[in-house]
């Protein structure tokens, strides 16, 4: 060891003669509030240091020798503790079972590709995605060793799990191999992970990121998110007879990051400059224009479009039903491209906007790398069944960007349950559990001819079922119109795009100056967390600064002026339904109109939602029903037709021409219509030859007219 570091070099008898003192009476402060979770003792370094800041040296030694100082600990811990609550057998027996953890130590933070040989027995903390998680199974972790030669009882934990424990007898004139007591020892929960260095921590985004292998102690089943872990380097033989180690953690503590937004709603929170500049953003006029313009800046024109993506960004508000499930909070948008419209290019970039967004094609995606994959590979621990985690669990709390979505009819069905439920379930290789999957979809495709065609329904020309179509809040069509202007500055930007992937300049938005206030990728980024989650934050301070319980969450509450839009609009829309008219809106449209109006209040940092947020979430579902639901051979909005079934108009149009054939074949000598009638006697009613024919052809597909001989129909 290295002569500067040798003061770090443990004696537990000192430790215990220099700091016990002071560790056994914040234990007991600290058992006398806290109770022990999960057979687990947090020992809160940052907290013990706060009140004993004379002695932070005690710091370096726990990162120094973290296993050896747990073992002093726990030593002290159990004093504390029978101190506190007697030292009776059973207590004695069920002490034995409780571990130590280290909380928030100080200084040994590292990214997963910075951890090395040089860790190796210290301790680490960092931040990952679980990326394989293998089921729970029961590790020894008190071995008791019983003495065949003398009857003595010894105890020894196990911290290396690759060697078998072995013991010999302390008795002085034994000294025999002990045998294991498996019965008497005691056992914990264990779990095997892979957790892997997330792509905002990485020094280039485009390396393939780093992961490393971490045992779990005491682990009740984890199975996805982005986790903090705090842990002991360990290392491990890779072939027996060669120096050669592989590294792993061994961790008792690891913390899902559900929370991850909201720590960086806490960075936000504690940054007083920041949070002024966000505030003086919240107050500009048109901020919501500004800043979707800006976000999406590829795409000209389609400026309700934009704005509902942005929007998307922000969510919703959080709500609970009486019985604890959760109202959806995410808007999720289908856009159809023409080629040629740079979709791909924008799903990436919503994609890389966040850690927790993420993006996935279904060329090259399974339903399950989508949703998650049961699978059996090599592990250290267990039969080796791993849940690996698709790109709808990775996105919980963000945007999945689903490229390509009509490429694989196969997958869709893992989609529509992912929309729906937002929970992915996994039941395989024994390992049944409910993986989050709380994300907005913004999903892309092209149409299926080609080029969209405003005359027919969306299910014509795109290869989705109707179930999946539904679950789109949004379905905007993206045409492709020439238009020089926008020629040009595409041209301009394919260029620039081009130029920045060859210098790995990923700062492609550039930035917009607000009034003085200059907007950046950063900015905007820190906006949308902003409104998102904090911008309430007078009601909601106390809860960002502890653990955020979701449910107690103050969000923007609908004015009377809103509700009052908001429900005159549906109705409006329900009543050009009535009788014959087709049905032009659904309650889904409600739904998403309240969504979405909460989404535009949040993004302009108001406190309720006012009439006008009401009003732009009525215009952009309309401009959505306008693209995708109107008919323009009535001039009429038909729901049904965006949803599949074909327009009024034409269902209208069809019953017309059975009516027909049914007449001229009850009048006909050999009870048949022949085609040059049918068409004749339709041109009477306003249906063009050419119309007639395609019904005719239509009617014929659908089997309700067949024609038993050429050029001559009869109703099924
Ligand atoms: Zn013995």
Request: hydrophobic share 35%; charged share 30%.
């Amino acid at each position: 060891m290295n002569k500067e570091n040798d003061y770090l070099e443990f004696d537990e008898e000192d430790f215990l003669n220099t700091y016990g003192d002071k560790i056994k009476q914040y234990i007991k402060t600290n058992l006398s509030s806290n109770f022990i979770k999960n057979n687990i003792f947090e020992f809160d370094i940052e907290d013990f240091l706060s009140n004993y800041p004379e002695i932070c040296e005690i710091n370096d030694i726990i990162i120094e020798n973290p296993t050896k100082v747990e073992g002093a600990i726990f030593y002290i811990f159990k004093e504390a503790y029978m101190e506190l609550f007697g030292e009776d057998n059973k207590i004695k027996k069920e002490l034995e079972k409780i571990q130590i953890a280290f909380k928030r130590p100080l200084g040994c933070e590292k990214k997963i590709d910075e951890i090395s040989s040089s860790d190796i027995n210290k301790l680490v903390k960092f931040e990952g995605n679980i990326i394989k998680a293998a089921k729970v199974c029961a590790l020894l972790k008190k071995a008791c060793f019983v003495c065949r030669n003398c009857g003595n009882i010894q105890y020894k934990t196990i911290h290396n799990y690759f060697t078998f424990p072995k013991m010999l007898c302390n008795n002085k004139n034994c000294g025999a191999e002990m045998s294991l007591d498996l019965d008497s020892s005691t056992y914990i929960n264990i779990q095997e992970l892979e957790i892997q260095q997330p792509i905002d921590l990485m020094k280039n985004p485009d390396d393939p990121p780093r992961s490393i292998r971490v045992f779990l102690e005491n682990s009740e089943g984890i199975y996805s998110g982005r986790v903090d872990v705090v842990g002991t380097v360990m290392k491990k033989f890779t072939k027996p007879n060669m120096p050669v180690f592989e590294i792993y953690v061994k961790s008792n503590r690891i913390k899902l990051n559900e929370s991850f937004q909201k720590i960086e709603v806490r960075d936000i929170i504690n940054n007083y400059d920041l949070m002024e500049t966000l505030n003086e953003l919240g107050k500009k006029k048109n901020i919501v224009d500004i800043l979707s313009q800006y976000l999406i800046p590829q795409i000209k024109g389609y400026e309700l479009v934009k704005k509902a993506i942005f929007l998307q960004q922000i969510k919703g508000c959080t709500k609970f039903l009486p019985d604890g499930s959760q109202l959806r909070k995410d808007s999720h948008i289908l856009l159809i491209t023409d080629p040629g419209i740079g979709k791909s290019t924008m799903l990436r970039r919503i994609a890389r906007l966040y850690p927790q967004n993420a993006y996935a094609s279904v060329t090259t995606a399974t339903g399950g790398g989508l949703t998650a994959n049961v699978v059996r590979e090599s592990t250290e621990i267990g039969d080796g069944w791993v849940v690996k985690p698709g790109v709808f669990v990775r996105a919980n709390e963000g945007t999945a960007c689903i490229d390509e979505l009509t490429v694989d009819r196969n997958v869709m069905k893992f989609i529509l349950e992912a929309m729906e439920s937002q929970t992915i379930h996994v039941n395989k290789g024994g390992i049944n559990v409910k993986l989050p999957a709380k994300c907005a979809v913004l999903a892309a495709c092209n149409p299926k001819r080609g080029r969209f065609d405003p005359n027919l329904g969306v299910i014509e020309q795109i290869n989705v079922p109707t179930p999946l179509l539904s679950r789109f809040d949004l379905i905007f069509p993206l045409k492709d119109l020439p238009d020089r202007k926008r020629d040009e500055e595409i041209a301009e930007h394919i260029l620039n795009t081009h130029i920045e992937t060859a210098t790995k300049d990923y700062n492609i938005l550039g930035s917009v100056e607000i009034d003085g206030i200059n907007v950046d990728e950063n900015l905007i980024k820190n906006y949308i967390i902003y409104s998102r989650t904090c911008a309430y934050l007078e009601n909601n301070h106390s809860l960002f600064m502890g653990e955020v319980d979701e449910t107690k969450l103050k969000n923007p509450y609908l004015t009377k002026s809103a509700k009052k839009l908001i429900k005159n609009y549906y109705v409006n829309m329900r009543k050009l339904g009535e009788g014959d008219n087709p049905i032009p809106v659904t309650a889904r449209q409600l739904e998403a109109a309240i969504r979405i109006s909460e989404m535009h209040a949040k993004a302009r940092l108001s406190k309720k939602v006012e009439e006008k947020d009401a009003k732009v979430a009525v215009d952009i579902i309309e401009e959505c029903l306008n693209q995708v639901a109107y008919d323009p051979e009535t001039g009429k909005y038909d729901i049904g037709k965006a949803m599949g079934q074909l327009p009024k108009s034409k269902v209208d149009k069809m019953d017309k021409m059975i009516d027909i054939i049914r007449e001229l074949s009850a009048l006909s000598d050999n009870g048949l219509a022949s085609e040059e009638d049918i068409i004749e006697k339709a041109s009477e009613y306003n249906i063009s030859d050419k119309e007639a024919e395609d019904l005719l052809e239509k009617l014929k597909k659908s089997a309700e007219i067949y024609s038993p001989k050429f050029g001559y129909y009869k109703v099924s």
